[in-house]
């Protein structure tokens, strides 16, 4: 379990950014940009600052470049057929799921609307040692020489064996072998609780049941 501390935290701000981009005077593509802003105290935390920075540059740079040309071509097409374009949408969002004096752990999701029944999510998850700045891995929650791998994989297996028995979710009939091939390590991030591993939209249940997450309870000792 991770203790949560009111006492001592670091004070995290939003970045924030908006734009409407268009093509021959009609709104095409809708941005929405939030990340997480620390206080520069320390070179630790002004690392964690430029690396969400960074992540908010490189998603800016794909919607204002390669989606938004994407979004001004359907836009066209639709005009030429005298057929409705419903704006596209893309925005960057993210959750602070566990904060300490020593530990900050964020969920960002982005997400694209690009025409059609819905969206796609993209999630990452981080944890950070504070206030060196560092990243923390899966694995440093587990105790030293344990197979920890091993350990997740058997707690997801249960869950799903849970959730299935009891009609709560559905999953592919062939989860048993996705669980082991799609999982990644860096998928994760931590909430009061303990870590919780999560699974790409699509990768081991149908879209209608979001993105799987899974909370994982280490071993003590």
């Known amino acids: 379990m991770v203790k949560t501390a009111v006492q001592g935290r670091t004070a995290v701000e939003t970045g924030e950014w908006r734009q409407v981009l268009e093509w021959e005077g009609e709104p095409?593509?809708?941005?929405?940009?939030?990340?997480?802003?620390?206080?520069?105290?320390?070179?630790?935390?002004?690392?964690?600052?430029?690396?969400?920075?960074?992540?908010?540059?490189?998603?800016?740079?794909?919607?204002?470049?390669?989606?938004?040309?994407?979004?001004?071509?359907?836009?066209?097409?639709?005009?030429?057929?005298?057929?409705?374009?419903?704006?596209?949408?893309?925005?960057?969002?993210?959750q602070i799921t566990c904060q300490t004096e020593d530990l900050l752990s964020l969920s960002v999701d982005a997400y694209e609307y690009a025409g059609g029944a819905h969206g796609l999510t993209t999630r990452r998850g981080d944890t950070w040692d504070l206030p060196a700045g560092l990243p923390r891995t899966l694995a440093s929650f587990f105790p030293p020489r344990r197979p920890w791998r091993r350990l997740v994989l058997e707690q997801v297996e249960r869950d799903i064996r849970r959730r299935l028995s009891s009609g709560e979710s559905w999953f592919e009939p062939d989860w048993q072998r996705l669980i082991v091939r799609e999982f990644d390590p860096e998928r994760f991030y931590c909430t009061p609780e303990g870590p919780v591993v999560f699974y790409p939209l699509y990768s081991v249940a149908p879209y209608a049941e979001g993105i799987p997450v899974f909370p994982i309870t280490p071993p003590e000792g």
């Open 28 to 94: 095409v593509l809708s941005l929405w940009l939030q990340y997480p802003k620390l206080p520069e105290d320390t070179p630790g935390l002004r690392r964690v600052n430029r690396y969400y920075q960074r992540l908010a540059r490189q998603w800016r740079t794909r919607w204002e470049g390669p989606l938004c040309l994407q979004a001004r071509a359907c836009a066209q097409a639709m005009r030429e057929r005298s057929r409705p374009f419903q704006p596209w949408e893309a925005r960057l969002t993210y």
